[in-house]
């Protein structure tokens, strides 16, 4: 936290929405827009000073796409993009560079409102809950690769019903997975517990808290030897780390509106999707990436044409 600028190097406008996400390996960054079954694709440094290309999802049952979480599969499958779709009970794959629906992580009416989704390697988790206050809130997680994916074990199902005991959920939202081997977890913003858990992969066991104190968390991502965490209530980002043993706190705070989706960009630092008057992308840059030891012409470049490439669209 303590090397992103807190002011944003660009504002991106894209439309309502909630969904994004970014892979590093084809560096591309998608966002789901809420008025049209479309994904928006906007190419990185490596594939040059390309425009902004969309492709629609007709077809599949995604009308409200916007209103949905993604992320990319593991590395192995860098091109498959997992959306949710809670209208649909479904986690859809999609094949960013032939621009097709492929297949299901989840096919339609066999996960109960899926929220946000998260992918390492050949693992899935997805968290899912229908009614706020009763119903089973869990993260279900699947193994697999391409559109063939298994439904293996769920994470604080053994209460079903919400609640705030350790190992028990809340309306979980966003999540990221840590870590690998039999040391893997799943770290995931308990937005009403106040708190952002951890759970281990191999056996689906509660491990601990990274914070128990926070403002309505929404979504997380690991930074620097910590976690960024964007909490909706009080509209900020905290970077949660450890310094000398002992728990460091900071906060950022600029012009965020409803907060939904956060992803690092490696090279430049945080993009934070934030929904009010607006509807926008704020990229924060780390000081480095400002500097010009990695902020290199073609990284400037690409921010330069997402830019303008979003803007075409209005």
């Known amino acids: 936290m303590a090397t992103l600028n807190p002011e944003p190097v660009s504002v991106l406008r894209v439309g309502e929405g909630m969904g994004l996400a970014h892979c590093d390996i084809l560096d591309v960054l998608v966002v789901a827009r809420f008025c ?48 949710t779709d809670r209208y649909n009970s479904a986690v859809h794959v999609i094949d960013v560079v032939h621009k097709r629906h492929i297949g299901y992580v989840a096919a339609p009416d066999t996960i109960a409102w899926p929220r946000s989704v998260a992918a390492r390697g050949a693992f899935v988790a997805v968290s899912a809950w229908i009614y ?36 028990q959920l809340h309306a979980p939202l966003g999540m990221r997975f840590s ?46 030897n910590g976690w960024l965490v964007a909490c909706g209530e009080s509209r900020t980002i905290e970077f949660i780390g450890m310094h000398d043993g002992e728990r460091s706190t900071m906060k950022m705070k600029t012009s965020f509106g409803d907060l939904h989706s956060l992803a690092t960009v490696r090279g430049v630092g945080l993009v934070v999707r934030v929904s009010d008057d607006t509807c926008r992308v704020e990229v924060f840059a780390t000081y480095d990436a400002i500097s010009q ?14 830019v303008r490439a979003i803007m075409l669209c209005f």
């Not at 796409?65 to 590395?75: E, T």
């Not at 206050?133 to 053994?158: K, M, Y």
């Open 293 to 306: 030891a990695t902020m290199g012409v073609h990284r400037v470049l690409w921010m330069g044409a997402v």
């Open 36 to 83: 049209d079954p479309s994904l928006h694709v906007y190419t990185g440094p490596r594939l040059g000073e390309g425009p902004m290309y969309q492709f629609c999802l007709e077809g599949v049952g995604l009308t409200h796409l916007g209103a949905n979480f993604l992320a990319f599969a593991g590395s192995a499958g860098a091109r498959y993009l997992l959306a």
């Open 132 to 167: 706020d206050c009763s119903g089973a809130h869990t993260i279900q997680l699947f193994e697999g690769s391409g559109a063939t994916w298994t439904p293996i074990r769920v994470l604080g199902g053994d209460f079903g019903v919400p609640g705030n005991a350790d190992g």
């Open 179 to 224: 870590g690998c081997g039999d040391d893997m977890t799943v770290v995931v913003a308990d937005e009403w517990n106040d708190r952002v858990s951890i759970f281990r992969v191999c056996d689906g066991a509660f491990v601990g808290h990274v914070a128990t104190d926070l403002s309505k968390p929404v979504d997380v991502e690991e930074f620097e």
